[in-house]
């Protein structure tokens, strides 16, 4: 019985002895890795998707305020009317409010002073403003304010409002196969459809209305 034991113990110090070859070492560290890395994508597109989410429910709660807001007080404030301005001038400054703007007034001022907001929600990325003022990652109000049966760009779009807003998302992370919109009413519609740099081109979710 002892020399079986014995037997049993030597062979167990042999086998620990032995351990893992080079070759079981890198397919263990591999089959590890790509675990990892499974996992990592997972968490990163499950908090890209949550930053989407979020930037949809602020444009929404944004949304509320501007109507809100126009409700009690008739009409909408244009950006230069509050103190608000691009980050370089030339691209339509004072009819744009950034929220990657950090200058002056904070963004959507108007609604924070109003009381209707404690603060004005920005984006989860909120990089800065790119050449002339142009989106980086970040929230945008755009506010014009024109005669009825003004004529857009030339005569492509024929104002039947003598006011509209838009508030849009520069980037969404999840799905950027098309902007998501939200159009109320045929200013909006012909805007999207005719003045692409000033839609389609810069943003991936947008609500525009009147």
Same mark, same amino acid.
């Given at each position: 019985?002892?020399?079986?034991?014995?037997?049993?113990?030597?062979?167990?110090?042999?086998?620990?002895?032995? %351990?893992?070859?080079?070759?079981?070492? @890198? +397919? /263990?560290?591999? &089959?590890?890795?790509?675990?990892?890395?499974?996992?990592?994508? $997972?968490?990163?597109?499950?908090?890209?998707?949550?930053?989407?989410?979020?930037?949809?429910?602020?444009?929404?709660?944004?949304?509320?305020?501007?109507?809100?807001?126009?409700?009690?007080?008739?009409?909408?404030?244009?950006?230069?009317?509050?103190?608000?301005?691009?980050?370089?001038?030339?691209?339509?400054?004072?009819?744009?409010?950034?929220?990657?703007?950090?200058? %002056?007034?904070?963004?959507?001022?108007? @609604? +924070? /002073?109003?009381? &209707?907001?404690?603060?004005?929600?920005?984006?989860?990325?909120? $990089?800065?403003?790119?050449?002339?003022?142009?989106?980086?990652?970040?929230?945008?109000?755009?506010?014009?304010?024109?005669?009825?049966?003004?004529?857009?760009?030339?005569?492509?779009?024929?104002?039947?409002?003598?006011?509209?807003?838009?508030?849009?998302?520069?980037?969404?992370?999840?799905?950027?196969?098309?902007?998501?919109?939200?159009?109320?009413?045929?200013?909006?519609?012909?805007?999207?459809?005719?003045?692409?740099?000033?839609?389609?081109?810069?943003?991936?979710?947008?609500?525009?209305?009147?």
């Amino acid at each position: 019985m002892l020399l079986v034991t014995q037997h049993i113990v030597n062979k167990l110090y042999k086998f620990k002895q032995k %351990g893992f070859t080079l070759t079981e070492l @890198l +397919v /263990t560290i591999s &089959i590890i890795g790509l675990l990892a890395s499974i996992l990592l994508t $997972s968490v990163y597109r499950a908090r890209a998707k949550a930053r989407d989410t979020k930037r949809v429910a602020d444009l929404k709660q944004i949304q509320k305020g501007l109507e809100l807001y126009k409700q009690l007080n008739g009409t909408l404030p244009s950006p230069a009317s509050y103190g608000r301005s691009n980050v370089s001038p030339g691209w339509w400054d004072g009819w744009w409010d950034l929220s990657t703007n950090t200058s %002056g007034n904070g963004f959507l001022n108007f @609604l +924070v /002073t109003s009381g &209707i907001m404690s603060k004005a929600p920005t984006d989860p990325s909120n $990089s800065p403003a790119g050449y002339n003022g142009q989106p980086g990652n970040g929230y945008q109000y755009f506010y014009f304010v024109a005669p009825k049966n003004y004529l857009y760009q030339g005569g492509s779009c024929v104002a039947s409002s003598s006011d509209v807003y838009l508030i849009g998302a520069t980037k969404l992370e999840s799905d950027n196969s098309r902007p998501p919109r939200e159009l109320k009413g045929s200013d909006c519609s012909c805007l999207w459809q005719n003045l692409p740099n000033m839609f389609q081109n810069n943003y991936d979710y947008i609500i525009c209305g009147y």
